[in-house]
């Protein structure tokens, strides 16, 4: 893709001589760092950071139990993306909870949702809408088409994350030091540029918007390297064969229509305003939470599990005293470890592990 | 997990549209890509294209790298 070759633009990296930090917040840019070795090539000066980037690590665990509950229900099929059936709850996981006479079924697009229903029309289907803004449109599509298709036994809980909300509290914590961000390629794909901005006008940090082959990586780092060493903070776009600077207007519009932004909890980060969706009002019918309002009591996680710490970027995976000793991807403890995007499960495959 | 390996649309039929990964052909829905045409490469996500690529966009990212006097 790029008609330079990868060690020069490190080398053009190393020479401006830039000292800093960044963050990516995808999890496909977490995955594919690790995988490409690419913070060993890098000078000792740049320092990469992986941040709340995993939609099934940043899910609390009262709402990880609240699915796994879902599934205990008699009469329920619990439909979900393939990286959340592993994820440790208080007690179980969906795994645990299928094993024990649940039904839990595993699909690849929201749009089977729709035929699971309607080939089980006794049962009640539920699915879990975890994900940030790139999947947000497509749950949202979805919905509408239950609704205009009027399929009575298929609901949503509704788990969404929206990343710039997210980012501006990890930001206010001040716990860490950055110097700027690698945007998330798809997320950006959905919503352009703009909701990024405040990187610029409130904290005056470059963010360039990535897309997910190791050398996109490089030349977005190559990009923000460059607006440190200018003290810049513009928002770039990189990942331009894709992402457009107003987004998917389409997409967005659907969203829009259908979901509201709430308040989310989120691991490590806890309650943030806006940082979540909930359905609106006509879509209530669709609502999981209202269909089974089922109380969640003593939710906690597993003491001693740095998940919190690793997605706030304060530690990293190694920095977390049961990595690779109790929490493996066999064995996992926090979600940081199960879901293939985890920053844990992409250090403990690609880097170096006990 | 995103997937940033494009897709080649082979048919395209009200809101879906046939398309071949590797080999193997599958069904997508195209709601969010309204101006995706037979023959256009474009990203998919759990079912979903999101967006048409474009190459020209690729190209202008380099072209505008070497106006700032970087890539030489």
Known sequence: MLSLEPREVLSKISKMGVSASFMEVCGTHTVSIARSGLKKLLPDSVKLISGPGCPVCVTAQVDIDYAIALAHQPGVIVATFGDMVRVPGTETSLLEARASGGKVEVVYSPMDSLNLARAHPKEEVVFLAVGFETTAPLIARTVQTAKAENIPNLSFLVLHKLIPPAMRALLALKEIQLDGFILPGHVCAILGSKPFLFLKEEFHLPGVITGFEPDDILLALFMLVKQKKEDRADIEIQYRRAVRPEGNPQALKVMEEVFEPQEANWRGLGIIPESGLALRHPYWDFDARRRFPLKIMGSREYPACGCGEVLRGVISPQECPLFGRVCTPDSPVGPCMVSSEGSCAAAYHYEEHP | ?72
């Open chain 2, 1 to 72: 997990m995103c997937l940033g390996i494009p897709v080649k649309i082979v048919e395209i039929k009200d809101q879906e549209a046939l398309v071949e990964v590797g080999g193997l052909k599958q069904t997508i829905r195209t709601d969010f890509v309204p101006e995706a045409q037979v023959g256009d490469y474009v990203i998919v996500h759990a079912g979903f294209a999101i967006s048409v690529l474009e190459e020209e966009e690729a190209r202008e990212t380099l072209e505008l790298l070497k106006d700032a006097d970087v890539i030489p």
